[in-house]
């Protein structure tokens, strides 16, 4: 399974998809799920839904994560061939320069691109750590003119990425681009292979979803159509084993998957997640009889899509599993194939307890 794991991740990693154009990592995934007995659709949005059915006496279950990748857009092209970006999601600007970069104009067609960092021999002290806001970035195509980067197929709106990487440092570590949330993608085509062989199982939808670096509302979108009891959210979860990292908890890397009890933006958006009471307790049941490490995690200063995947219809059972994560939205984002493993193998025994016995009374739990 780590070996699946391990390939399919790389390939996931390798495949660009910046927010609002995942289709070239629906596609990936829509190839890697053909063999099994699941109904696929793609709404409108981009959402792939892939459905196996299940127990229908027992609540339904949505597990999904995002298939798009935070990046760039194509802002201005200079005439002197150089050109300008707008930032899409949470891009860490003092991470930006003198990276490679990919411009999305098609499928063979890519073009490679360097964020341009000023010379350092020209730099006074004064610049010397200063971060360059994106606004006064540049990209060096290797074009000399705007004419020679339109002839590249680059023209404003094109889509701009982290140039797609994957380093495996030593046995069990990848290192590279995408990591969130092609890991948590990676991890459910797992999962949908091991419901689909055996049972028991409730129905399951697995969503892989769009635009959760864009605006957290692809997912809410799908979520709407399948009208799920619950909902299972697949993403990263913050390190805090590095020595800038401490203060944030007690997620380690390679110590297991995590669970979180509690996020909250923040940061101007009012949002989060708290999970239903029956979740927390579904998988730590689980992991101990599984013998399997769960990590907790509760934290502000960020979210994802299950807060707003909550408030669909009458409200949805929801819960962020996470594998841990470090050096999150850089090009170089880090995780341990161990925790995706044991994550796989926890969604998969505890999805099986969802029977209809499971109960989302919430006074069944206090
Ligand atoms: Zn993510």
Redo the contacts with the bound molecule.
Sequence with gaps: MKERLRSLLKTLMLTPGLSGHEDRVRRRIEKELADLPLSMRTDRLGNLIATLEGDEGAPSVMLFA?TDQLGFMVRKIEDNGLVRIERLGGIPEKALPAQAVLFCVGEGRDVQGVIANKSHHATPPEEKYKVTPYQEVFIDVGAEDAEGVKALGIEIGTPVVYDPRVIELNENRLIGTSV??RAGCAVIVEVARALAAEGPRPTVHFVFAVL?EFNLQGAMVAARAINPDIAIQL??ALNADTPDMTQRGEVALGNGPAMSLYSFHGRGTLNGTIPHPALPKLFSDTASSEGINLQRTAHTGAL?DSSYVQLVNEGVACIDMCFPCRYTHTSLEMCDLRDLEALTKLLIAAIRRVDADFSLNRDDYT
């Design positions: 995002h969130d949330d959760e993403d990263l994802t």
